[in-house]
């Protein structure tokens, strides 16, 4: 099993190593576990949440604009990401087709 945090790791947000594999809702589980949801009020639940934003936020730039993802990782207060798209800068404008 890879690395993953436990019980007291995802309470607290830290990781430090242990015997449980985090994994998204997507993947089936797989013989005996144990599951646990981990929410957006947890620490490690934003940052999962985030992170995953961040590159549907990326996508989005590629497929609008044929943007060059540079970097667009989770925050300690939402999420980013850095791309290059020539001449081009996004506006307020944009964030409804963004958002869509």
Not at 45 to 64: A, D, I, P, R, Y
């Amino acid at each position: 099993m890879g690395q993953g945090v436990s019980s007291a790791e995802a309470e607290d947000g830290e990781h430090h190593g242990g015997d449980f594999e985090l994994i998204d809702l997507t993947r089936p589980l797989e013989g005996d576990c144990i599951l646990e949801l981990i929410t957006f009020d947890n620490k490690l639940g934003k940052e999962v949440f985030w992170h995953s934003s961040s590159h549907l936020l990326g996508q989005t730039l590629e497929n609008l604009y044929g943007a060059w993802l540079c970097h667009g990782p989770p925050l300690e207060s939402g999420f980013f990401y850095d791309s290059f798209m020539g001449n081009y800068k996004v506006s307020q404008a944009d964030y409804d087709k963004i958002e869509k």
